[in-house]
């Protein structure tokens, strides 16, 4: 859209004159469509003079016009003997162009244009300008798409866990992820041409959460040290040539240079689906009491933590009791309205691909979670650890051991401050909805609340249901109700170890950052600085 005076000058040479149109949005949009250019004009004059504007209607260009007391106008004297020389006075002024006179109409370029035509050259230079600053838009926005592909490549190399004798163990791989982002970038086209990435155009470093900040540290073995890559594309003529102008030759602008960075990050885990419905408390990332050093049927108070094992061996048994103890691991559901539902709590413990059973949702970082019992139903008891049984028996193992590694959430009684709140599918239900009859169903604490943390992984060694204590599985302890000792909700157990010193990924392939620092040491400043890795990175800049 031009925006500017129409004029009708008067043209003198030698003492002949000759009244033309003129002005630049005259010249400038007749040029323009004549270009193949989609043109409209904003403009004022006075309404005798409005049949001139059929020269630019024939020419298809989009006439606003409104009236004015003049037409504005220059008179321009020449002498023939010198046309390079000419003497200009005005002869008309239809006055300042009025942001009512403007129609709301969308255009990609507004061109304010002066009366004369001598600044048509100007305003030409400008509406170049305008066309190549808009081709290098483009090209620097299909960088940094190139930029955004490469790092959250690169990122989803640098972090991996590929020893199948220590599964879901986190590394480093900078050389694979290096060439990963490199091997994007070429697969990936600006203007045509494939771009390419020098590895010193691809660094490694650290995201700061807090700061949003990039730190270049170059490769370390320790995933905490390396959770971030960046990636430059760059069309400067050094690597991959700058971008070719349209006009800019005209004004001796032969080519233009942009760059576009990303920066992609892959830290602890913020979200993760869950092997089984289960939580451990704070204490277990730092190996603290309570728990039992493979004596599940012997004292619950081991030694203090400054003494604790590495792995530390913890024994868990779903005790219950009206109110959570805090210092023990317990059952969670992910909603509110499943808080009681001991049908659904059996399908996430059967877990996916079998009968009857269901993959545990994705919580979050931040997320209230629902801890809850069996422990006052003896057959519901035990009937639960006889699936985790199966559930256990049927999971791979670590090569040469009987150990089942899982991820598990961390649950506090603190919320996370700097949580976001959950994604719609996973908002909680507002309303308590009814459950089945008591007989058959799980009973929750009436306090406290509890929140995500973060996420810990655990080795399962044992899943035993054993009244005589011979080591051997039986059902005899249904033969008992709650609260004698010979009941299942003390005869039932699950045996487990903590790492506590090793970094890994969880075993949900589609588990996400968090969007602010979880490791164990933050989750528990008694524990290593360690953590459970998301899988899949995301851009932070």
Excluded at 431 to 446: D, E, H, K, R, V
Excluded at 511 to 526: F, L
């Amino acid at each position: 859209m031009m925006i500017g005076h129409f004029a009708r000058d008067r043209v003198v040479v030698d003492g002949q004159s000759a009244l033309y149109s003129g002005g630049a949005v005259y010249y400038g949009s007749v040029a323009l469509r004549r270009l193949g250019v989609s043109v409209a004009v904003v403009t004022r004059l006075h309404p005798n003079d409005f049949h001139f504007l059929a020269e630019l209607e024939q020419e298809d260009v989009v006439v606003f016009a409104t009236p004015a007391p003049q037409t504005s106008g220059i008179e321009n004297r020449y002498n023939s003997a010198d046309m390079e020389r000419r003497v200009c006075r005005p002869l008309g002024f239809a006055g300042p162009i009025q942001r009512a006179d403007i129609p709301p109409v969308s255009a990609a370029i507004y061109a304010i244009t002066p009366i004369m035509a001598g600044f048509l050259v100007v305003a030409l230079g400008l509406l170049a300008l305008s066309l190549d600053l808009g081709q290098i838009f483009v090209g620097k926005n299909e960088l940094q798409n190139i930029a955004d592909a490469a790092a959250l490549a690169g990122a989803k190399k640098l972090i991996q866990a590929k020893d199948p004798n220590n599964p879901y163990v986190a590394a480093v791989y900078c050389d694979e992820a290096i060439s990963t982002a490199q091997s994007v970038a070429s697969q990936n086209k600006s203007f045509g041409a494939a771009m390419t990435v020098t590895a010193a155009d691809v660094v490694l470093g650290q995201w700061n959460l807090t700061t949003g900040a990039f730190t270049r540290t170059g490769c370390s073995t320790n995933p905490m040290e390396v959770t971030a890559i960046q990636v430059t594309v760059r069309r400067d003529g050094t690597d991959n040539p700058s971008l070719a102008t349209f006009f800019g030759n005209f004004f001796g602008v032969s080519s233009m240079k942009t760059t576009a960075t990303a920066v992609a990050y892959l830290g602890v885990a913020g979200t993760a689906s869950l092997d089984l419905p289960f939580a451990v408390p704070t204490n277990y990332p730092a190996g603290q009491a309570p728990y039992a050093k493979r004596q599940p049927l012997g004292p619950w108070f081991g030694p203090p933590a400054a003494e604790a094992a590495n792995p530390q061996p913890y024994t868990w048994k779903d005790l219950g009791g009206t109110s959570l103890d805090t210092t023990r691991a317990t059952f969670i559901m992910p909603l509110y309205a499943e808080r009681t539902d001991l049908s659904k709590l059996q399908k996430y413990i059967k877990g996916p691909g079998v009968t009857g059973g269901l993959q545990y949702p994705q919580v979050k970082v931040g997320q209230t979670v629902y801890p809850i019992s069996e422990w006052q139903w003896t057959s519901n008891v035990y009937n639960n650890f006889d699936y985790l049984k199966t559930r256990y028996q049927a999971a791979p193992k670590i090569p040469g051991t009987n150990k089942w590694r899982i991820t598990a959430a961390v649950y506090g009684t603190s919320p996370v401050t700097a949580s976001t709140s959950t994604n719609s599918w996973l908002r909680l239900a507002n309303a308590l909805l009814p459950g089945p009859n008591p007989a058959y169903a799980c009973s929750s604490y009436t306090s406290p609340q509890v929140y995500v943390q973060g996420f810990i992984t655990l080795d399962i060694t044992k899943v035993m249901c054993d009244k005589n204590g011979d080591g051997v599985w039986d059902n005899q302890c249904t033969s008992y109700a709650y609260p004698s000792t010979d009941s299942c909700w003390k005869k039932c157990y699950l045996e487990l170890e903590v790492p506590l010193t090793q970094n890994f990924t969880t075993t949900d392939r589609t588990s996400n950052p968090a969007p602010y620092q979880r490791d164990y040491r933050d989750i528990n400043p008694g524990a290593s600085e360690v953590g459970a890795f998301a899988s899949t990175p995301f851009l932070v800049k």
